[in-house]
């Protein structure tokens, strides 16, 4: 019996030891994957994003040299007085254009609104409503009640695709202008006359006045406030990032297609378009021209599309996440999404290919 009671002692020790040699490699393996992944953006790491994208000549599809704009490397930190607005320009059918600066709001009439938020203020001639989850300020030429179904259920859509990326919206709310006129809106957002709508993404408002466009202006201006703010802010999202997902939701949830995107899609097909390694450091479309900026705009589109029709389960997502906590681009791809897109050069050879042939995103024109 004593033997045995040893030999119980002596098993039991072996086991407990085995469980603890397994657990610490267990432990130690995590902590080396943790501090594998766990990346500080440094100001000089940020800086070399900056860099001047050239022109290359071994390719028919180089980026051209009017669209190759760059921030200055000393304005790659964020300032507190940088404006956080946007214009949404209707004369190029819905393309929306980054602005530098901008005009402050100007002093408009209001009253309060006694019954719903005594901090907030409806203009002269509006009708207001508090949705579940936006406020809207209509005009009272404008059913408010159908105003309120269509954006909802434009919510509900844009959801589908950005709810991993704006939880806040279960408790934060959108404020919503909307005009009858052109004149209206431009009165209350100080906005030129050009523009077709704009959004000011501190303050989580959108102004716009009731066109044939509005409802896509719409649907790419809450795209840039719920995914963006992912990011940080507009200043901080990927340009090419932020601009083909509202694009995509333009087309995809709004079902608004205007046709100078279809135009493009089918340059690109031809062959033409930019190298996406010059296209994703570009920061800045200011001074380019319009058939630059449509063309790159119809790309990033095609891109983000892409990327969301080839995902497995939440790649897209993770693919967000590792560039906005300091992942180059090819290492967050490749971590995201796996073999075969290894690299931005092998993501290239293959979103090429479907553009012409459509098989992953069933877009052919």
């Not at 009708?127 to 406020?135: G, L, N, Q, S």
């Given at each position: 019996m004593d033997i045995i009671y040893?030999?119980?002692?002596?098993?039991?020790?072996?086991?407990v030891l085995i469980w603890g040699v397994y657990l610490y490699q267990y432990i130690s393996e995590d902590m080396k994957e943790s501090q594998k992944n766990k990346i500080i953006l440094t100001k000089e790491k940020k800086q070399s994003y900056n860099l001047k994208t050239e022109k290359k000549n071994d390719t028919s599809y180089s980026i051209p040299q009017t669209v190759i704009i760059t921030t200055d490397s000393n304005t790659a930190e964020t300032k507190e007085d940088t404006p956080k607005e946007r214009i949404m320009i209707s004369k190029t059918q819905g393309i929306s254009l980054p602005?530098?600066?901008?005009?402050?709001?100007?002093?408009?009439?209001?009253?309060?609104?006694?019954?719903?938020?005594?901090?907030?203020?409806?203009?002269?001639?509006?009708?207001?409503?508090?949705?579940?989850?936006?406020?809207?300020?209509?005009?009272?030429?404008?059913?408010?009640?159908?105003i309120e179904k269509e954006i909802e259920m434009l919510h509900g859509e844009i959801m589908i695709d950005l709810i991993a990326f704006s939880p806040w919206t279960r408790d934060d709310k959108v404020h919503i202008y909307l005009t009858s006129t052109p004149e209206k809106y431009q009165q209350l957002s100080g906005r030129p006359a050009w523009s077709g709508g704009a959004a000011n993404l501190r303050e989580k408002k959108i102004y716009l006045y009731k066109s044939d466009e509005w409802f896509g202006i719409l649907a790419h201006e809450l795209t840039h406030i719920y995914f963006d703010s992912f990011f940080g802010g507009y200043d901080k999202s990927p340009l090419w990032l932020s601009e083909?997902?509202?694009?995509?939701?333009?087309?995809?949830?709004?079902?608004?297609?205007?046709?100078?995107?279809?135009?493009?899609?089918?340059?690109?097909?031809?062959?033409?378009?930019?190298?996406?390694?010059?296209?994703?450091?570009?920061?800045?479309?200011?001074?380019?021209?319009?058939?630059?900026?449509?063309?790159?705009?119809?790309?990033?589109?095609?891109?983000?599309?892409?990327?969301?029709?080839?995902?497995?389960?939440?790649?897209?997502?993770?693919?967000?996440?590792?560039?906005?906590?300091?992942?180059?681009?090819?290492?967050?791809?490749?971590?995201?999404?796996?073999?075969?897109?290894?690299?931005?050069?092998?993501?290239?050879?293959?979103?090429?290919?479907?553009?012409?042939?459509?098989?992953?995103?069933?877009?052919?024109?």
């Open positions: 040893r030999l119980r002692i002596l098993f039991w020790f072996l086991i602005q530098e600066h901008y005009k402050t709001e100007p002093e408009i009439e209001t009253k309060p609104i006694k019954e719903k938020k005594p901090s907030l203020t409806v203009p002269e001639g509006f009708k207001f409503k508090e949705t579940r989850h936006f406020y809207l300020y209509v005009d009272s030429k404008i059913d408010i009640e159908e083909g997902v509202a694009v995509y939701i333009q087309v995809e949830r709004a079902k608004t297609y205007p046709n100078w995107l279809k135009e493009n899609i089918g340059h690109i097909k031809n062959g033409s378009g930019y190298n996406i390694s010059d296209l994703i450091k570009i920061k800045s479309l200011e001074d380019a021209d319009e058939r630059s900026v449509k063309l790159w705009y119809a790309q990033s589109y095609s891109l983000v599309n892409f990327l969301l029709k080839v995902q497995r389960g939440d790649s897209f997502y993770q693919f967000c996440k590792r560039i906005r906590d300091g992942d180059s681009p090819s290492k967050a791809l490749f971590n995201a999404y796996g073999k075969p897109y290894t690299t931005i050069s092998a993501l290239e050879s293959i979103w090429r290919m479907d553009v012409k042939t459509g098989n992953i995103t069933g877009v052919t024109n």
